[in-house]
């Protein structure tokens, strides 16, 4: 039973390009959620989706930031244009219907 | 009132020594109180989990300590070894219009020394 996939692992990006970050939930999991982590930080919530749904994306930049969970294929964050300030590590979670959440490897994002 | 605060920062014990990290949070919605081991370039991993209808939960060597009417929760770790070396959040979380999402603290860089 494999885990949560993410990729790519690294991704270098120069500013004003995008990036886009995809997570395959485990099997069976029909729910995902994105965290950011800043170096030497927690994780903070970014969005929470369903399958073709977004229930809660109060923790996403308004403007440049999108993500996407469509009917077949992985769940996608977008950010367009980015900036040095995107540096991060993005990971994404998945779920039953419980609370617990298996966390991804993470996508190490580099903006020069 | 949505953060975790998380202590201390770092810490630094002894093979076989007790390895404790504290947290304290003050929304009184959150009903989660899950605790993650992170590993350098790697995903947060579930060590153990409790809900407030408890005040202790023991898994092998982790025991989580809590107190509601302080809003406190403590991870304990007995015999620690090197492994255990890593870096450790609190979170806590609670179910609000179809989300659980989690509000973590700012993490415990735990080393054992051998």
């Known amino acids: 039973n494999a885990g949560v996939m993410q990729n790519p692992r690294h991704l270098v990006r120069r500013r004003g390009q995008e990036a886009r970050l995809r997570c395959s939930p485990m099997?069976?999991?029909?729910?995902v959620y994105w965290y950011r982590q800043l170096p030497e930080e927690g994780l903070k919530f970014m969005v929470y989706l369903q399958k073709e749904n977004i229930i809660d994306e109060s923790g996403m930049p308004k403007e440049r930031f999108s993500a996407e969970f469509p009917k077949e294929g992985p769940s996608i964050l977008r950010i367009q244009q980015v900036v040095r300030g995107d540096s991060a590590a993005y990971f994404c979670?998945?779920?039953?219907?419980?609370?617990?959440?298996?966390f991804g490897p993470g996508t190490r994002l580099t903006v020069l | 009132q949505q953060q975790v605060k998380q202590s201390p920062q770092s810490l630094i014990v002894q093979k076989g020594g007790i390895s404790i990290i504290n947290c304290a949070y003050e929304?009184?919605?959150?009903?989660?109180f899950p605790w993650y081991q992170q590993f350098p370039g790697k995903g947060p991993a579930l060590l153990i989990a409790?809900?407030?209808?408890?005040s202790e939960k023991k898994e092998g060597r982790f025991t989580i300590s809590f107190n509601k009417s302080a809003k406190q929760f403590s991870l304990h770790i007995m015999d620690s070894q090197p492994g255990d070396s890593a870096t450790y959040f609190c979170a806590a979380s609670s179910y609000m219009q179809g989300a659980q999402k989690l509000v973590f603290g700012q993490g415990t860089r735990l080393t054992i020394n051998p």
């Open positions: 099997k069976g999991h029909s729910h």
């Open positions: 409790i809900r407030p209808d408890v």
């Open positions: 929304n009184t919605a959150f009903d989660y």
């Open positions: 979670a998945s779920s039953p219907l419980d609370n617990e959440q298996f």
